[in-house]
């Protein structure tokens, strides 16, 4: 089916419902961009096709009285509400026109993938939210220096030597701490690891905890080391910006040096991956709309975000 061009706002703003992924720069809060959206929606929508001014009844049209000024006056204002007018009303669109929402918040350093929904999009954003599907992080932490709170631009509390670190013993220590969370994961169940019961979990899909305060990781390894630099490769649910940072710093101490989060970077969360993100230059409402699109076409491949059945965590606690 070809594609028509609109210009008309209204109809632009009807159908302006759905998730779109927006990449979030480091150091901008969530609701900076959120803000920054709408103003651009705005502007897109004040840029097109607007409503004209209301008419005025025809009691109250302005009558003429014969002067060259009055004329003029007439014409223009004769049968046109100049209180509706838009250097008098002001915008046809401001942003309590549009109703937008984070499908999960992230921290001031971390940037990547930031999902919204827009409009009827807010009960997806809400489902997907509910289904708490996995996140998938690049962390990168610098050796030798601990800050305050495990974050950069924090006040530095730690200087210690990193020389015997090695990228072997960063992948052990990763490997041990992923099968410590999985198993975990079952022992809160109530499963033991190694029984039938724990395989037919596994095949249920990934074990999610019952709320959203309990962090739970799925995966973790090394991806990259550059001394004093390391990339970990994270997936996880329930996790924030500070539990991340603090696991870095956990993993040095265990290595015997210290060590802070230099860098954060959401890549996936789902289905919706880092490549489909709406860089900052493209937050313009042309560009929200094709991102609209393709967002709507992973989810019509991927009906499970919005609708799957889940394996929480406790969910065999009372029957084991």
């Not at 924090?154 to 090695?166: L, P, Y």
């Not at 609209?292 to 889940?310: G, V």
Request: glycine share 6%; with cysteine; aromatic share 4%.
């Amino acid at each position: 089916m070809s594609l028509t061009k609109v210009y008309d706002a209204a109809t632009v703003l009807k159908h302006l419902n759905g998730i779109i992924n927006v990449y979030k720069p480091a150091g901008m809060k969530v609701h900076q961009v959120r803000t920054a959206i709408l103003a651009n929606i705005c502007k897109g929508l004040n840029e097109m096709n607007v409503r004209e001014p209301r008419k005025l009844p025809e009691e109250m049209r302005l009558l003429g009285t014969g002067t060259a000024a009055d004329t003029v006056l007439h014409k223009i204002s004769s049968d046109t509400d100049l209180s509706d007018h838009v250097l008098a009303a002001g915008p046809r669109y401001i942003p309590q026109d549009c109703r937008i929402a984070p499908v999960a918040s992230l921290g001031v350093h971390t940037s990547g993938v930031c999902l919204f929904g827009l409009n009827a999009g807010l009960r997806q954003s809400s489902r997907i939210q509910r289904n708490r599907p996995i996140r998938i992080y690049h962390v990168t932490g610098r050796m030798g220096i601990a800050t305050e709170s495990h974050l950069p631009g924090s006040h530095i509390t730690v200087r210690a030597k990193h020389g015997h670190v090695s990228a072997d013993r960063i992948s052990a220590l990763a490997s041990s701490m992923q099968a410590s969370h999985q198993r975990k994961m079952y022992e809160l169940c109530g499963v033991d690891l190694q029984t039938q019961a724990a395989y037919e979990l596994a095949c249920k899909g990934p074990l999610r905890p019952t709320n959203n305060s309990q962090p739970v990781i799925y995966s973790l390894k090394l991806i990259h080391f550059e001394r004093p630099n390391f990339t970990l490769e994270v997936h996880a649910i329930n996790e924030s910006e500070d539990y991340l940072a603090a696991l870095v710093h956990d993993m040095a101490l265990e290595l015997r040096t210290v060590a802070h989060c230099a860098q954060l970077r959401c890549i996936r969360h789902a289905h919706f991956d880092v490549t489909d993100s709406l860089l900052r230059h493209g937050w313009h409402l042309p560009g929200i709309i094709k991102n609209l699109r393709q967002q709507r076409e992973i989810l019509k491949s991927h009906p499970q975000l919005l609708n799957q059945q889940r394996v929480d965590l406790y969910a065999n606690q009372n029957t084991a």
